[in-house]
């Protein structure tokens, strides 16, 4: 017991050793860029101690605002810059110097996905999984999404006799159904209290791992792991893992089978879905191991599912606030299937033609973007407007704020309007103003099928229900947990419509 006593009382002195060598390294960017008082050993972190999850969320904004966008902070011996401007955005998500995810994204622990992996294996995985998300694989999978969609009305309408529902339950279970058939061919049919279960544990993990990134002194891994919140992390993962090889091993049965009967030789180069695809590359390409197949399965269970749900049920309670908003993309739905009927399936050319649907959608997304903040790494000097960023540097890059600036949205840039996203008003604006996906090359891999899924869902649950809530944008307290949340919730109440 000796050592690690020795090791943990020494690790200030550690801290601080280290926070003077990167000052020194980094005094160009300090004394150039402006920001909050800097001390030794926690940096800026006194700032974000005893703060709730929604007042963190605040003091993330608050930098940007108080002293302009680019600025620093420090968060022990940590730098970091926060940019919300569009230019700069523009320069660093597009920068090959900018492509590695920053530090805290480590904490998630599908280290090699998609999502956090380091640039030399996103490169290859992501080059290889882009043709599971083609037009024509898309395509296919209209048959699936209208067929979970009927599930879903089923459920919705149990509650239209509640004083204060919240969607997000239901949303969630549909959207985690629609990606486990989607994406890994398996008839789970999840809507239902296995979904449920699913759904808490990944919001479980979410919830630690918002925990350790705010909490300075959980970040080294040999002291993270002598806590309880190592060995709850670890309880939650190992359920998440369990199910994900449960799946993994009926796929493969299942195409085993499906290669005998048919006596099958399938190309890598012939689009598959998901599941299939990374099980190829595994088996015959030797591209992924056993880690990068868990690791791709899982981000895209939690980006997928998590995204897609918060987004279209933060939609759903804008429309219930704005019930001419509601009408309106209600009224084209039915112009554009012809019916009011709910029963009546979407199929892939309805889809384009729902163009105010589509705009408020956007808006929901530019109000409350659910990556409300992301981190790039620096790995190489960049060049922005008012600084050469050094390698080592940690980037925050604030879409909230972007999404909110009167500079390039109007003086009702705190407002929920659709018509911001006519396309008149569109190719007047920045392109790097609205970030609902990340930019640049390492973008959202799945935004085409986020969109599509979110578009079907809307044409059942407002064929079916009309939604109301006394609450007002202004009125709803944000806080971020990985994705942004709305603490107070998203209670409204739900009607069946008499068409």
């Not at 204060?164 to 239901?170: L, T």
């Not at 549909?174 to 449920?196: E, P, R, V, Y």
């Not at 659910?370 to 620096?378: D, E, L, P, S």
């Not at 949205?409 to 604006?429: C, I, K, S, T, Y």
Request: with cysteine; glycine share 4%.
């Amino acid at each position: 017991m000796v050592q690690p006593v020795i090791v943990l009382l020494l690790l200030p002195v550690i801290v601080y050793l280290v926070q003077r060598w990167r000052l020194r390294r980094f005094n160009r960017i300090s004394s150039e860029l402006p920001g909050p008082t800097n001390y030794p050993l926690i940096g800026s972190g006194h700032l974000l101690i005893g703060k709730s999850k929604e007042q963190q969320f605040a003091f993330l904004n608050s930098i940007t605002r108080q002293y302009s966008s680019p600025c620093r902070g420090w968060l022990g011996p940590e730098l970091f810059v926060f940019i919300d401007n569009p230019e700069d955005l523009q320069v660093v998500l597009n920068s090959p110097n900018c492509l590695e995810k920053a530090d805290a994204y480590r904490f998630i622990r599908s280290l090699r996905g998609l999502l956090t992996s380091p640039v030399s294996v996103w490169k290859v995985h992501r080059k290889l999984l882009a043709p599971c998300f083609s037009p024509s694989i898309l395509s296919s999978f209209m048959p699936i999404f209208n067929e979970k969609c009927k599930v879903l009305v089923e459920c919705v309408g149990k509650n239209t006799e509640l004083a204060e529902y919240d969607p997000y339950a239901d949303v969630s279970r549909c959207t985690l159904d629609m990606i486990c058939a989607t994406f890994f061919g398996t008839k789970m049919n999840l809507q239902n209290s296995d979904g449920t279960e699913f759904i808490k544990i990944v919001e479980n993990c979410c919830e630690l791992i918002n925990h350790r990134i705010y909490t300075v002194w959980l970040h080294p891994e040999w002291i993270y792991q002598k806590t309880k919140y190592f060995q709850e992390e670890k309880k939650y993962f190992d359920k998440f893992y369990k199910i994900l090889n449960k799946i993994l091993s009926e796929r493969k049965t299942f195409r085993k089978e499906k290669s005998s009967e048919n006596n099958e030789n399938v190309s890598l180069k012939k689009p598959l879905i998901f599941i299939d695809q990374v099980q190829k590359l595994s088996e015959e390409a030797r591209v992924f191991d056993d880690v990068d197949v868990l690791d791709e399965l899982s981000t895209i269970i939690v980006g997928g599912n998590e995204t897609s749900a918060l987004t279209l049920t933060h939609a759903i309670l804008l429309f219930a606030m704005h019930q001419d908003v509601q009408e309106k993309v209600y009224n084209e739905i039915v112009n554009v299937l012809g019916s009011s009927d709910p029963s009546i399936p979407v199929n892939n050319e309805h889809l384009s033609k729902l163009s105010y649907m589509e705009m408020a959608l956007k808006e929901s997304m530019r109000v409350l973007p659910i990556a409300a903040v992301f981190g790039r790494k620096c790995t190489a000097p960049t060049r922005i407007s008012k600084t050469t960023i050094p390698d080592g540097a940690n980037l925050v890059l604030g879409a909230f704020n972007l999404h909110r600036n009167p500079k390039y949205w109007g003086p009702n840039a705190d407002q929920f309007d659709p018509n911001n996203f006519h396309p008149d008003l569109v190719a007047e604006r920045h392109p790097y103003s609205f970030l609902p996906f990340s930019g640049g090359p390492r973008n959202c891999i799945g935004y085409k099928y986020a969109f599509m899924a979110m578009k079907i869902m809307l044409c059942y649950l407002l064929r079916a229900y009309r939604f109301r809530s006394p609450l007002r944008l202004n009125q709803l307290q944000l806080s971020m947990n990985i994705t942004l949340k709305i603490t107070n919730r998203n209670m409204m109440t739900v009607e069946r419509r008499s068409n």
